[in-house]
């Protein structure tokens, strides 16, 4: 593990390492790296030399520094010095953070470019660290943060490179490293799961059912081979540490895979992308905004439609409440009793066949127009369907044929 005494005194190594040279260039005598230690308590330097490489360099008698050109030969002599070595630092960080810290250790892995990686597990997470000590070597490494895959700098870099994303080496060894990488972890998750329905309120979670025939229908007429079977078809699951139990379907297409999961992270369902076996963002991705948006007017149309079911049963009762009176005046009497009255209307009685035929035809105009009214929320919930067209597929410019059962086939 890695004291803080030792943490205060690689801190002022590193910092003294100016950044265009490299750490391996930059040489400590014993004496120095003593100094640099002052008055922490417990620093021992035989414990601290395995962050060390130990190298013999010509030095000055006279001077006390480096042999060059400007030194006489006579004085030339041979020093043992101290380079720091970034590998032993870098591999006592992680050890520091398993052993004292959240994460737990699982292995080395096969350095790329020379750069130290481990390996990690951190809760339900697969995380790599890759350390640097050198600004080309970060800016040039091919690191994927969306792959769970974190860079952890041993010094200022001066870059914006996966800013959001990556350590300073120090921040493994504090008490607020659990929870920033939480942050991380969280923020890597939503920029690569995109959410196409919550179902927090009630109507949405009243139809999930539905919501998920439909989407196993789009996917199926959309090319993709979908299985139910979720960890059979995606090892992915357990490198990056989701949970089979949120898994509704996987979606298998050519070179990736659409992950279909719901719940426990978010409050619906959400789509996660594979690309040869990589976590990759789908917001963008036609195949997901295509569905999230016919999706998304298809809930929004059984809304509506539900809640004129909910109100027209109100309304009916006002109307056929007054039909119903109107529609038993009008039986009870004849054409010839209409004409009668109309005619001892001193006002209208010129127009009294006019008006009898006139009365007779209203009212079986607004029976009509209740009848259609009635049954009208009707007939679209039966003909409302919640199957989707496939992903490209041209759509009906007509909203109640765009959503039939008839037809999508």
Known sequence: MISNSEKEVLRKCLSECPLPVGVDSKY?????????????????YTTFKRFLTTKTKPFCEQCNEPFSSNCKEVYRTKKT???LDPVGISEGVIRTASEA????????????????????????????????????????????????EFPVLLRSM?????????????????????????????????????????????FVENHRTEIKRSLRDYFTRSGYSVHSEVAEHCPELEEYGIEVETADYVCIGDNEKILVTHGKTRDGWYMQRFVEGKLTSVENEPIFS??????DEKIRRYKRISKQLSSASQVMRGLGGIIAVVTIILAALSTNEIEQFVQSLPIVSTYSSELTVGIIFFNIFVM????????FPYLKEKAFSWKTYPCGASRSRVKIIRHMKYGLD
């Open 101 to 148: 810290g959240p994460l737990e250790f699982v292995e080395d892995v096969s350095p790329v470019d020379g750069q130290y990686r481990a390996r990690c597990r951190f809760g339900e997470h697969n995380i790599t660290f890759e350390f640097f000590s050198e600004r080309d070597a970060f800016l040039q490494s091919k690191i994927d943060p969306f792959d769970m």
């Open 290 to 295: 295509d569905f999230h948006e016919q999706i």
């Open 158 to 202: 001066n870059t914006e490179n996966h800013q959001r994303h990556r350590f300073r080496w120090e921040e493994l060894l504090s008490e607020q490293f659990s929870n920033r990488l939480s942050s991380i972890i969280t923020d890597v998750r939503n920029k690569v799961t995109a959410v196409f329905a919550e179902y927090t309120e009630e």
């Open 28 to 44: 400590f005598t014993k004496e120095e790296i003593c100094t640099n230690a002052g008055e922490e308590s417990g620093f021992k």
């Open 368 to 375: 009509i127009i209740f009848i259609i009214m009635l049954l």
């Open 81 to 83: 010095v101290y380079t």
